[in-house]
């Protein structure tokens, strides 16, 4: 390796990057930046997080709950996907909309409260704005600008005070300092609160600039476009005006020369520097102080005429986070009279000290969890909070797709070194979402609805929920109706304190089972049997989980019924897995035998007579065949008649949804009928899986000599369709089979 080579080349795009980004600008630099798009340089705090939740865009979704609008930024775009946050679309709207609020008076006046239970991923919304801010501030678009002052060397300066006349040593025509190579330079302040530049402009001066950039008379922007209070009527922070005064009365009112001690740099939001991006833990001490500048020996070197000058820098985690987003972790964890001072925060963005007054531009964001807020609501200072305070609730996940996405994400990150079983992750998430269910409200509906609604068990509401699958035991207009209402059953408990989704298992909770469950010593890879092990054990803990000492209700929140259930699922998937990597019957085969059904169908509602295809004759649909597969696929007591008509119509509603489909997928459409044809065909077949079964764990253990040649050429392939169809590795593949075995296939 050539390392001059490679640190000379570093270099040189180092400096070309510096220079590109226009890291350090004069302050005429500056104003002919802002010239060319005033907008762009003219956006306070929640214009610049709104136009972050704009710069990646959004998508609509279409759920069996409502339709939703996905902001891409929860999905980490900018960091590969990393900690995507998983569902919560309705937070993301919430939020997007209270920015747009700020956006459109101009001003930012209330603190942005997130709350629900432990584990609902407040935290994570939260990081990924700042992530995302992070992201963007990196972009040209999302360039940000503070100022520092400059004082240089007495040796290229001249005057009482040290200020050269003239062209300045950086070589711009303003005589600015701002390019000084770092010897040429006794002391630079920096301004703490990363003032914006234009505070620099007089403030009648700035109206007047605005009006002429920007278009609009009184100097609030153009069409689409309000400037904020902050920015249009803002001043310099008490150390800069310090500064600043004392340098006019220096150079006797010469502005001129008071901006060549003007350097303007481009910042970058940072979360790990606390750089427009801070979080506070929920620390019993005060979140913004000063201390004097002028006691530090280090400025020793600043002119004769700013040492006679008390100059105070505000510190904490309030000013990092200045033009930016401050998060306050489980806010209400504190005392109250520690976190009072945020009446005047967010509702003025202004925090007394004891020498002057801090003026903040930076969007509040706190979480805490619902105990903590409905206690809050309990004391007399709430009604001073309420008007100051937009509440965003933020409920556990209720979808079991999304749940699922949590786990996957934990394991990647993890990289565990151990196999991940199908349907692991998926019995964790089921489990998981089934703890936050509620009993639906029967008094809601009418009719007939009003009885489905109330015998649905919570595993039919969470097949709802995720796929919008009515329960099999429906009649079809039953079952079309039900579909209807599936986000009345999500949105009904929204209004009411113990809203679905406020209790049950946390993911924090189901991340550690997870990760118990990879340490099995039982299980060479991660299995759906080693995770249930571990929730069985959850459950066995009432005193430590609130959630697990809820009353059962109509068999809602009995979680160890939870297990059985999930348990009985795993049992079905792993046997219809198993069946068909034995290739006994093909999902070709399920398709054809229903696509012929399908055909006859539709005939015999019309009341038209097929074509045979092998005779040529036209004759009317085969009633035989038609009622030997409705035996199997039906559900008992419905008509014949009105199950066909049902049939034909989910097909054409499913037509005029998707009319770019070609080719009509019926196990997409028809799920519970196609699960019915594999289950028929299984129990026909049962001791050719039994006798199959037995010969792959023979096959997998040492007694593989004592099975013919065919059997290990079945079992071979047996175990390939596993591994390669349905993900098994041959360790799970044996625990799978001996999973089903006993229990479905015995003697």
Known sequence: MDVRGYLKALGSDVREAFAQDRTLLSFDEYLELFAQDPIRHSRNAAQYLHDVFDRWGADDL?????????????????????????????VQADIYRVLGNFVRTGRIDKLILLH??????????????????????????????????????????????????????????SG?????????????????????????????????????????????????????????????????????????????????????????????VSTRYQVGAATIEPQLSVDASYRQVTVDRSHGSLPAALQSVSLFEPVGPLVAGNRGIVAYADLLKRPLEHFKYLLGVSETAQVSLDHFTLYLDAVLVASTNEKHLSAFKETPDFAS???????????????????????????????????????????????????????PIRERYEGDLRDIVDDLSPQEKLALYDGGDPPARLATAQARELRKRVED???????????????????????????????????????????????????????????????VVDGYHDHEEFLRTIDAE????????????????????????????????????????????????????????MTELETIVMPEDEDRGDFRRGL?????????DHPEVQVIEYARIFPDQFRRLRDHYFVEHKKV???????????????????????????????????????????????????????????
């Open 62 to 90: 279409e759920t069996p709950v409502g339709r939703f609008r996905r902001f891409r930024l929860f999905d980490g775009p900018f960091a590969g996907g990393e900690r995507r946050v998983a569902g919560q679309e309705e």
């Open 116 to 173: 629900g239970p432990n584990g609902s991923a407040k935290s994570s919304l939260i990081a990924a704005m700042q992530a995302a801010m992070e992201a963007y501030s990196h972009e040209p678009e999302g360039a940000l600008y503070r100022f520092n002052w400059v004082f240089p060397s007495d040796k290229l300066t001249k005057g009482s005070i040290g200020f050269a006349e003239g062209r300045g040593p950086g070589g711009a025509d």
């Open 176 to 268: 600015s300092y701002a390019h000084l190579e770092g010897e040429a330079i006794d002391a630079r302040l920096s301004c703490d609160v990363k003032d914006h530049p234009l505070f620099l402009v007089p403030r009648a001066d700035r109206r007047r600039l605005f009006e002429k950039q920007l278009g609009k008379g009184e100097g609030r922007g153009g069409a689409d476009f309000l400037l904020a209070d902050y920015v249009l009527d803002g001043d310099l922070c008490h150390k800069c005006r310090q500064i600043y005064a004392a340098l006019l009365a220096a150079y006797q009112g010469d502005y001129l020369r008071v901006l060549r001690h003007v350097q303007v740099e481009r910042f970058y």
């Open 385 to 439: 909070f309420k008007g100051r305070i937009e509440l965003v609730r933020v409920p556990l996940l209720r979808r079991r797709r999304q749940e699922r996405e949590i786990y996957e994400q934990q394991i990647a990150r993890s990289r565990p070194g151990k196999h991940v079983a199908p349907h692991a992750i998926d019995v964790a998430a089921g489990w998981a979402v089934l703890t936050r269910l509620k009993k």
């Open 489 to 551: 059953l999500w949105r009904e408990s929204d209004s009411y304190p113990n809203y679905e989704g406020r209790s049950g298992a946390s993911a924090r909770e189901i991340k550690t089972a997870i990760a118990n469950a990879f340490q099995n010593p039982n299980f060479a890879c991660l299995t759906p049997q080693s995770v249930l092990e571990e929730l069985a054990a959850l459950c066995r803990d009432k005193s430590v989980y609130e959630f697990l000492q809820q009353d």
């Open 570 to 625: 795993l049992l079905d998937a792993v046997d219809a897995e198993v069946g068909d990597s034995m290739g006994l019957i093909s999902e070709g085969q399920y398709r054809d035998l229903f696509e012929r059904y399908v055909l006859h169908v539709s005939h015999w509602v019309k009341n038209e007579k097929l074509r045979n295809r092998v005779t040529g004759e036209y004759e009317p649909p085969d009633e035989a065949r």
């Open 648 to 656: 034909i119509a989910a097909i054409g509603a499913y037509r005029l």
């Open 689 to 747: 899986l039994r006798k199959n079964g037995e010969n792959v764990l023979r096959y997998l253990s040492d007694d593989r000599a004592s099975l013919s040649p065919r059997e290990v050429a079945q079992a071979e392939k047996m175990l390939a369709a596993m591994t390669g169809r349905h993900g098994y590795c041959p360790e799970c593949a044996r625990d799978a089979v001996l999973f089903l075995l006993p229990r479905r296939y015995a003697e």
